[in-house]
């Protein structure tokens, strides 16, 4: 997948106009670009990685840090979008802010060990 595909992957979270909003500069959109390539990477091959789990909330902090929105945990969308999550989708979208996260207990990286 090259560069440009992945940015269009994450829109509309990556838009133009959210980042002059954000008054985000020339850097600040670089490291944005960096870091949603580096996020599609785990999301798309975690088993590359020795704990996907961890580098996919280390990005969502950076990239929250980087859009220039205060690092919470609460807010992490992508965690459960790595490949062969089986947590449900709908749910924890709707639970986006409140801090609940919906585990499928079989899930291969979020279920019970
Ligand atoms: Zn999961």
């Not at 609460?74 to 609940?100: E, S």
Request: aromatic share 10%.
């Amino acid at each position: 997948m090259s560069k440009d595909d992945v940015t269009k992957r994450f829109k509309p979270v990556w838009n133009l106009p959210l980042a002059v909003d954000r008054n985000i500069d020339q850097q600040g959109m670089e490291k944005l670009q960096e870091l949603y390539n580096a996020l599609g990477e785990v999301l798309d091959h975690p088993h590359r990685y020795p704990d996907p789990v961890t580098t996919v909330e280390r990005l969502e902090y950076a990239l929250q840090k980087t859009w220039k929105f205060e690092e919470d945990s609460k807010m992490h969308r992508y965690w459960n979008q790595i490949r062969g999550c089986t947590c449900p989708q709908d749910d924890n979208f709707l639970a986006l802010g409140t801090g609940v996260r919906y585990h499928n207990s079989s899930c291969m990286w979020h279920g019970e060990k």
